[in-house]
C-alpha cells in the first residue's frame, strides 16, 4: 500500500500563492488516482480536485476552479496543488488522499488512503 505525507502549508495573506506537496511511498503513485480534500474547523472534509492516473483528465470544486491546479509527478512519486488568489474561507486542513479507481473521483469515501494532512491559513 501507499503512504501519503503533506508538505507546504503555512500562513499566506489573502490574494497569495501556496504550493502544496504530497510524498508518496512504499508503492508507485503511478498506480493510484489522486486527490485533495480539506476540513475547515467545524465543517466536513470537502473535495478540491482530483486528478487521474496518467495526469491527463482533472477535476475541480466550483469553489476553487480557476485558483487551484492540480498536478502529478508520477517519477518523482508526487502530487502537487498549486494555490492562487487565496481566500480567508481557503482556510483549512489540506489532506492528500489516492484511490485505487483510473479516473477522478470526489467522493472521499473512494479514497483508501490518506495522508495526515497539512495546515493552510489564510489572513484577511
Known amino acids: 500500500q501507499v503512504q501519503l505525507v503533506e508538505s507546504g502549508g503555512g500562513l499566506v495573506q489573502a490574494g497569495g500563492s501556496l504550493r502544496l506537496s504530497c510524498a508518496a511511498s512504499?508503492?508507485?503513485?503511478?498506480?493510484?488516482?489522486m486527490g485533495w480534500f480539506r476540513q475547515a474547523p467545524g465543517k466536513e472534509r470537502a473535495f478540491v480536485t482530483s486528478?487521474?492516473?496518467?495526469?491527463?483528465?482533472?477535476y475541480y470544486a466550483d469553489s476553487v476552479k480557476g485558483r487551484f491546479t492540480i498536478s502529478r509527478d508520477n517519477a518523482k512519486n508526487t502530487i502537487y496543488l498549486q494555490m492562487s488568489s487565496l481566500k480567508p474561507e481557503d482556510t483549512a486542513v489540506y489532506y492528500c488522499?489516492?484511490?485505487?479507481?483510473?479516473?477522478?473521483?470526489?467522493?472521499?469515501?473512494?479514497?483508501?488512503?490518506w495522508g495526515q494532512g497539512t495546515q493552510v491559513t489564510v489572513s484577511s
Open positions: 488522499a489516492a484511490t485505487t479507481y483510473y479516473g477522478v473521483s470526489t467522493a472521499a469515501s473512494d479514497y483508501s488512503y
Open positions: 512504499g508503492r508507485s503513485v503511478s498506480s493510484y488516482a
Open positions: 486528478i487521474n492516473r496518467s495526469g491527463i483528465s482533472t
